[in-house]
């Protein structure tokens, strides 16, 4: 059975940092490509980062220079950290593997004061 299991996000301050954790078990995270969307109230699921079998990274536009997707393949988890947050980044965030496509069950990350 694949499971991706995303640890509480949490709450954090404009301009803080956040990282999240994506631990899989069923599936070799070294052997498939990873991702991370998001999904804001209201708005449609989001493409934040994915990261390559290979190594290869990339970010969407509202994101680059900020947030950072890596891999530790001995702990077969996939992280994504997170710098300079800002309100608008307030999004339930999930983990995703490619081709098989699995999704994590998502977890909060709150962007306030």
């Known amino acids: 059975q694949v499971q991706l299991v995303v640890p509480g996000g949490g709450l954090v301050q404009p301009g803080g940092s956040l990282r999240l954790s994506c631990a899989g078990s069923g599936i070799a995270f070294s052997a498939n490509a990873m991702a991370w969307y998001r999904q804001a109230p209201g708005k449609e699921r989001e493409w934040v980062a994915t990261?390559?079998?290979?190594?290869?990274?990339n970010y969407g536009d509202s994101v680059k220079g900020r947030f950072t997707i890596s891999r530790d393949s001995a702990k077969n988890t996939v992280y994504l950290q997170m710098n300079s947050l800002k309100p608008e980044d307030t999004a339930v965030y999930y983990c995703?593997?490619?081709?098989?496509?699995?999704w994590g069950q998502g977890t909060q990350v709150t962007v306030s004061s």
């Open positions: 990261i390559s079998m290979g190594g290869w990274t």
């Open positions: 995703r593997s490619g081709n098989p496509l699995y």
